[in-house]
């Protein structure tokens, strides 16, 4: 599997990041087998945050990592500053408490990697990056990156970072994913477009996607007929998105592999570095997303599946 390296974490990012949305402490005995199952396929980071399942995702994982030597094997990913009920929660205090309960959770005194769940146009980033840095300089996360933010205000806020002398955004992550969406999944997200495509390929700033599979759109179960989810229908059902599926239907006949191998494959084939979050529930859907990250597609085959030749 190929790794990612990411300034000031020890341990290079595996392609494959699992996803915890669904973790909790009452289905402990399936996050272990997860968890274990995605090490031996040679993942190595694990993406969760302070929203998920109300914590428990956190605190599932803390649970595993308290055992022997599992906190040796993994870089953990945690996220912050989601809105609440009360608004945005960008600001120093709420990040700072934020955290504290997610490393209480998790049973660390820190994590390797650290992102901001949205963005907040009304907050400097000057004022947003003396945060994080301090949380750099605390030792409480090793390197810090953006979960929906757009190009023009990482641009700006790493452009901010490198004149003075501070730590910057060493990864983003919106979605990209074969298929594209119509309008956001969840209020507040950000799908690659192609000006953030030619972004990233100019500054080779990491990403890191999420919904990488456009939310099982790949995984055959669905067909242009099939209206039974709603959310789907509303985010990814257009003619585009069902050429791109019968053209990666095809590509992934030649290659002999299935079309979500082809699907993750086109995620991990982009011209700069990008990792992709799965949500596997079982070792077969694990064993399914290890051999999509092993396919190589040419600039060709990436550009023919997306529509581009």
Known sequence: MKHIKINN?????????????????????????VIDSFLEIGGNTIDTAFIYAGGQSEKAIGNWLEQGSNRDKINIWTKGGHPNQN???????ELYDQLQTSLE?????????YALHRDDLTVRVEDILEWL????????????????????????????????????????????????????????CVSVDQNMIDWHEHSQLPLFSWSSQARGFFTGRFTRD??????????????????????????????????????????????????????????DELISCGEGAKI???????AYINLNR
């Open 87 to 93: 608004g945005h929660t960008i600001n120093q205090k």
């Open 133 to 188: 840095n301090e949380h750099v300089q605390a030792k409480r996360i090793q390197t810090f990156g953006a979960s929906n933010w757009s190009v023009e205000r990482l641009e700006e806020a790493n452009n901010y970072a490198a004149k003075h002398g501070m730590e910057g955004f060493s990864f983003s992550s919106p979605n990209l994913s074969l298929a594209k969406a119509k309008e956001p999944y969840w209020p507040g």
């Open 226 to 283: 099939n209206l039974e989810n709603e959310d789907l229908v509303r985010v990814f059902y257009n003619n585009e998105n069902w050429e791109r599926y019968d053209r990666a239907e095809g590509l992934a006949k030649e290659k002999g592999c299935s079309l979500i191998e082809i699907a993750l494959a086109y995620v991990l084939n982009q011209q700069f570095p990008t990792g992709a979050i799965i949500g596997p529930q079982n070792r």
């Open 105 to 113: 959770r998790l049973k660390s005194d820190h994590v390797q990697l």
């Open 9 to 33: 974490v020890e341990k290079s990012i595996s392609s494959l990041i699992m996803g915890s949305d669904y973790f909790s402490p009452d289905n402990q005995e399936k996050v272990d087998g």
């Open 296 to 302: 190589s597609l040419t600039v060709d085959e990436v």
